[in-house]
């Protein structure tokens, strides 16, 4: 076994971590296969967008001039024409000449206004539209390129694809986009209490339930989670699924491996020590954070990205979301996305710190006054994943904190959207 290792702070362990990432390569997916992936070339818009100049109400075409006047002189005009949606114009629009327009529908050459349908009167036998109301040019249209012309940049590399950002690459032409490969995540769980959580544990044994979870915070990075189901805490079978299964003999099977359990200092803690015989370089070891102090990040042979999670749920959760999520962002060309922590007023209390930065599962909400707040929640502790589920955000308070009452402003680093 290595010498007692010292506590890293998570700000110091954060760094030593992103200094070992280096973005993936990139591939190209269709647009429709983009939602999650993260760009790694820029999208530009390969037109004018609008097109054309667009008409932006149902209504009349119409030269502002021939009106200019409001509410005095003649304010009927001919009715010349018709222009639906996906129609081009074929006429220019003459003096005293209005054309009947839709929304979507391009403005012909001569107009230079639109007046909404509710605000014109057509005259019994349609050959005259009566205008009732001011025309100022240009109103009711969208000139084209006034979003942006073509060439522009819509959409920067390190963006990751919603619908919004996919709606804007599908207007812009982008039929297929240059995104980052997922990184590829091997997922372990070790330890000789647990039963697949399909199934119902007897005696002394429990579910395995950080392996699904892994799998699942893996998935929310836009990364792919490989699935290496469980090991017992035996030295030889640990060393075997370790050398076999993540890629330090077959280069290039998985980017980063997470274990879970065996990395503290338990009589049966062996994976910190098996990784080593594997040639892994431990970077840390502990972390001086709570939950969560055994955390373990290092480099395999090959240049595997390493982390040993521990058994803890909450805790394996809280070391995965401090320490891998922004390794696997950084992995995606998304290097620095840091969790955040925003501020909230407290409801509850909370106990003094010890020299550990320390996360408590909240809920957080907006009163009707437009304040967070952080409400604590009944949670029994690391080992417990019910109380912990009803969580949407993390408080987090610096070691040597003293006691927090009800409405002091605390940090929380929001888990889902608020
Ligand atoms: P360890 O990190 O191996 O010392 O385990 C710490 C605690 O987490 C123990 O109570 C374990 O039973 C529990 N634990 C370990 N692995 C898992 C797992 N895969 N799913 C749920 N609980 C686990
Ligand atoms: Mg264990």
């Known amino acids: 076994m290595s010498t007692a290792p010292a506590l890293t702070t998570i700000d110091s362990a954060q760094l030593q971590v992103l200094e070992n990432v280096v973005p993936g390569p990139s591939e190209n997916v269709a647009l429709a296969d983009s939602l999650g992936r993260v760009l790694s070339t820029p999208v530009i818009c390969d037109l004018d967008y609008p097109p054309f100049d667009k008409a932006m109400m149902d209504g009349y075409a119409v030269r502002s001039a021939d009106l ?3 509410g005095s002189g003649d304010r009927s005009l001919r009715v010349a024409g018709q222009i639906a949606a996906g129609t081009e114009a074929r006429h220019v629009l003459g003096a005293g000449q209005a054309t009947q327009i839709n929304t979507g529908a391009p403005v012909p050459d001569g107009a230079d206004a639109v007046v909404r349908v509710e605000d014109t009167e057509l005259s019994g036998d349609g050959s005259t539209v009566t205008v009732k109301t001011a025309v100022s040019p240009q109103q009711h249209i969208d000139p084209r390129a006034r979003y942006v012309s073509a060439g522009t940049e819509v959409l920067e590399a390190g963006t990751r694809m919603g619908p919004a950002q996919i709606t804007a690459a599908a207007a812009a032409g982008a039929d297929t986009v240059a995104v980052y490969a997922k990184p590829r995540v091997a997922i372990l769980a070790t330890g000789d209490e647990l039963v697949p959580f399909t199934q119902r544990p007897t005696g002394a044994r429990i579910r ?3 392996g699904i979870m892994l799998q699942s915070l893996v998935s929310e990075c836009g990364a792919e989670p490989i699935d290496l189901g469980m090991a017992g805490d035996d030295k030889d079978l640990l060393t075997e699924r370790i050398r076999q299964t993540h890629g330090f003999e077959s280069v290039g ?11 503290s200092v338990g009589a049966f803690d062996y994976v910190p020590e098996v990784l080593e015989s594997c040639g892994v370089r431990i970077v840390f070891r502990k972390v001086a954070i709570k939950p969560g102090k055994p955390a373990l990040f290092g480099i395999g042979p090959s240049g595997t990205l390493v982390f040993g999670l521990p058994g803890n749920p909450v805790s394996g959760y809280v070391v995965f979301r401090l320490l891998v ?4 962002e950084a992995r995606q060309g998304r290097a620095g996305r840091l969790p955040t922590a925003i501020s909230a007023r407290l409801m509850g209390h909370c106990k003094a710190t010890t020299d550990r930065q320390s996360y408590w599962p909240v809920r957080v909400h907006s009163d009707s006054e437009g304040t967070l707040r952080a409400e604590r929640l009944a949670w029994a502790g690391s080992g417990d994943p019910f109380g912990f589920c009803r969580a949407n955000a993390l408080m987090v308070r610096q070691p040597h904190s003293p006691a927090a ?4 402003v605390v940090g929380v680093i929001p888990l889902e959207l608020l």
């Open 68 to 70: 200019s006047a409001a």
């Open 405 to 408: 009452e009800p409405g002091d």
């Open 253 to 263: 099977f998985a980017d980063v491996l997470c274990i879970t359990g065996g990395i």
């Open 325 to 328: 999520g922004p390794a696997l």
């Open 208 to 210: 395995n339930s950080n």
